[in-house]
């Protein structure tokens, strides 16, 4: 594949990581953001709109257009279904651009059946994906773990701050997350096949969540009493700590996937690198600072590059 890629969110998490593997591989990448660009990038870049009009201008001779654009929780009014509807716009804009290839990053195991609306949602926008015309990709991720992340380091962060780690229902559920690197390098493989394809990005490894949580606690170096404990009483205990924190911690749909199990694979692993390696190998970073979601998408940050995982690769400094 020769040509301009389009990127959703080249500023943002996994859309850098991807973005940065693009740049690796020698593409042009071109950004549809919400971001400011970071000083010296060589991406270009057009706000991220939903104007048909807007957006074929900004698609049309693309080889390929990469869609991470999703929303963790609702919020301001907005729900998943506003994001399935955005999607749509951005996919329909892609097909009547002509797109080379669509390749639409969704989450583990979305299905329509599925009683949580993150995950019955992403399924809709699948199906939209594959009727669009274009040929495609649908890279499923389960939990994606690197600088920046928000899940990882804030469980490093309440480890840090507090005796004791409330483990809810008592953490046997299991997750297999997968590194930033990983899930990136198979976000842009897919995006260079050349049939129809769909694919989990999980990592290697399989925990349960209370080793998932150990093993974050021994990489900073802590020892904690780890207590198990009913769903509600962990949900009220992260719902006291909002007022300081001013942000939502984790939502009961995001524990409830988790229980589910939604965040492992069903499919062999496609990731190599060892989570378990990587956060041994952070752990003197992780949780130093909390990373608030709503001051990253809605307030003070919600226009600052996500940097960290740009640099070195189409980013220069200063
Ligand atoms: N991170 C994970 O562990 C994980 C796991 C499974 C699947 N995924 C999927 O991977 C994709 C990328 O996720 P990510 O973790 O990289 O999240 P992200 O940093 O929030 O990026 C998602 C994209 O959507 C935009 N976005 C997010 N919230 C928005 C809002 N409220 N209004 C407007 N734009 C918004 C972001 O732009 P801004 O940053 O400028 O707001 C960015 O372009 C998503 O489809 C997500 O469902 C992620």
Redesign the pocket.
């Known amino acids: 594949m020769t040509g301009r890629i389009v990127v ?2 080249s ?5 850098a990581a991807v973005s940065a593997e693009l740049l690796r591989r020698g593409f042009v990448v071109h950004t549809l ?3 400011r660009p970071p000083a010296g990038t060589t991406i270009t870049h057009a706000p ?1 709109r939903f104007d048909p009009d807007h957006l074929l201008r900004e698609l049309t001779d693309a080889a390929a257009f990469i869609n ?5 929780f609702p ?1 301001v009014g ?1 729900g998943f279904s506003d994001a399935a509807r955005d999607c749509a716009t951005l996919i329909e804009a892609a097909a009547h651009a002509r797109v080379g290839r669509i390749v639409h ?4 195991n979305a299905s329509e059946a599925s009683g949580l609306e993150y995950y019955s949602a ?1 399924s809709e926008v699948e199906r939209l994906v594959r009727s669009a015309g274009p040929n495609y990709a649908i890279v ?5 773990v690197g600088p920046a ?1 928000v ?1 990882t380091n804030n469980i490093a962060w309440l480890l840090r701050r507090f005796p004791f780690f409330l483990l809810p229902g008592g953490g046997a559920y299991r997750l297999q997350p997968v590194t930033l690197e990983d899930a990136a390098r198979l976000v842009v493989d897919a995006a260079l096949e050349a049939g129809n394809l769909e694919e989990d990005a999980a990592g290697p490894e399989i925990f349960t969540f209370a080793e998932y949580v150990r093993q974050v606690a021994s990489a900073c170096g802590l020892r904690r009493l780890f207590l198990p404990a009913p769903d509600p009483i962990v949900l009220s205990a992260l719902g006291l700590l909002k007022p300081f924190l001013r942000d939502i911690v984790l939502t009961r749909d995001e524990l409830a996937g988790l229980q589910q199990e939604l965040l492992v694979s069903r499919k062999p692993a496609l990731g190599r690198k060892s989570v378990s390696a990587w956060i041994q190998a952070n752990g003197s970073k992780l949780g130093r600072e909390y990373v608030n979601d709503l001051d ?3 307030r003070s940050d ?1 226009k600052k590059p ?1 940097v960290s995982v740009c640099a070195g690769a189409g980013v220069k400094s200063g």
Do not use: E
């Open positions: 959703t969110g500023f943002s998490y996994i859309g953001r919400n971001r991220l991470t654009y999703w929303i963790r919020w907005r990053v969704s989450v583990s992403k499923r991720p389960t939990l994606v992340d899940l990253r998408h809605f919600a996500i």
